[in-house]
């Protein structure tokens, strides 16, 4: 990590003239999040990157020069965040939640970056939870989106602001220039990995040279993450995979499989180097790549109290020893939703000084009836004087699933506008 930051700190001189982007500019981004919560729900994908937050932002964004907008440090921010129709002033909060919203969108069917692993479709095989690069996203769009997710990334390196997502071993040794291997194919299409093994040992099965074709009716194509079927020869579709050719054919379906995404790692390496030095990703493991760019998905509920400060009380209140048993009983994703509620981000930071402001807590008078309130632009929670565990739990799993909006109340008048001119998605 010494190394890693000593290039980048170089780099931060030599290429960003000693100003960044966001210091020099501070862009304001207004995102209108019910215009994308409209589009999603009709179940619109942004193939133009138009109206989602992440295409919202990736407009306005790509206005100017990725090279301009490398942060200096961890409260450094590349943009400001106004969400139109909501009472939102960004101090740093709104900035946190439209990163874990742009994360949700890219692993959800509103963007065409990212797709699920053919294991998460086909609820078979390890980490079906993971999302993988769609090979059908071709479009030159595409290829600027992809641009800027791997900004993205370089960001969240050097800002420490983690994205939520959930990307296969394949990818990030491929950002690592790390050749993949048929483990990185099983861990995205176990289905596929287990019929080349029957086909490449068929003869455990008592199959020889004059009946394989008679259990085996295959062709020299296959199908990629999304589904599409291509030819791994020429007229391959019309050739028939013969017992003396199963071995060619298994590794043709290997290397075509494993190589089905160069083209879109290869634009997200062209905007992440914008943000970092190309030559640190010869020297790091794809597990700290990993882990610089998403964090730890684990919520340590004692490593959150010990950077937790306390107004008005102390960590002996009862309400307080019952908020701390609540977040303990509380699974990774409930605790995930409550650090997006509370703080705008879904995961902790690594380590005590990643801290740019500790959590803090305030108790609030008594009132079974009203919600906890929070204030992400300050990582400090408000909490009623509950009068029992169970009623503390209802509130919080209600607001922490269903509080999206900043201040709404306060709202400026709904309005859902886009760009007539530009509406047509493909």
Request: hydrophobic share 35%; net charge negative.
């Amino acid at each position: 990590y010494d190394v890693f930051f000593f290039f980048s700190s170089r780099r931060r001189h030599t290429r960003c003239s000693g100003v960044s982007w966001a210091r020099r500019c501070v862009q304001e981004t207004g995102i209108n999040r019910l215009l994308a919560q409209v589009k999603a729900t009709e179940g619109k994908v942004d193939n133009l990157g138009k109206f989602s937050i992440f295409g919202q932002i990736f407009r306005q964004a790509s206005k100017h020069s990725y090279s301009e907008m490398c942060p200096y440090g961890t409260d450094e921010r590349i943009f400001r965040i106004d969400f139109l129709n909501e009472a939102s002033i960004d101090a740093g909060g709104p900035y946190r939640e439209a990163f874990a919203n742009m994360c949700k969108d890219l692993q959800s069917k509103t963007l065409p970056l990212l797709i699920p692993t053919p294991n998460q479709r086909n609820n078979t095989g390890l980490f079906r939870e993971k999302w993988t690069i769609n090979p059908k996203a071709t479009l030159d769009i595409h290829q600027k989106m992809y641009e800027f997710f791997g900004v993205l990334m370089g960001v969240a390196i050097r800002t420490k602001h983690y994205l939520t997502l959930n990307l296969p071993s394949i990818f990030w040794k491929m950002i690592c220039n790390k050749l993949p291997d048929l483990s990185d194919l099983d861990a995205i299409d176990r289905f596929t990995v287990q019929c080349l093994d029957d086909i490449l040992n068929i003869e455990k099965k008592n199959v020889d040279a004059d009946t394989f074709c008679d259990v085996i009716d295959q062709k020299f194509v296959t199908f990629l993450s999304d589904g599409t079927e291509i030819e791994l020869i020429p007229n391959g579709a019309q050739i028939q995979v013969t017992f003396e050719k199963r071995k060619q054919f298994v590794d043709l379906v290997i290397r075509k499989r494993l190589e089905e995404s160069q083209k879109q790692i290869s634009w997200i390496k062209n905007g992440l180097f914008e943000i970092i030095p190309e030559a640190v990703f010869g020297i790091i493991s794809q597990e700290s790549l990993e882990v610089m760019i998403c964090g730890s998905p684990q919520i340590d509920v004692d490593f959150l109290k010990k950077n937790t400060e306390y107004c008005g009380c102390d960590e002996n209140a009862p309400t307080i020893k019952m908020f701390w048993k609540m977040l303990k009983s509380f699974d990774d994703l409930e605790r995930s939703l409550y650090l997006k509620f509370a703080w705008g981000r879904t995961r902790l930071p690594l380590q005590d000084s990643d801290f740019t402001q500790k959590h803090r807590i305030i108790l609030i008078s008594s009132d079974d009836k009203q919600l906890p309130q929070s204030h992400t632009c300050f990582f400090q929670i408000d909490i009623p004087k509950y009068s029992t565990f169970d009623i503390m739990c209802q509130k919080f799993r209600l607001a922490i699933n269903n509080c999206e909006g900043i201040d709404t109340d306060g709202t400026r008048g709904i309005e859902v506008w886009e760009d007539e001119e530009e509406e047509g998605e493909e």
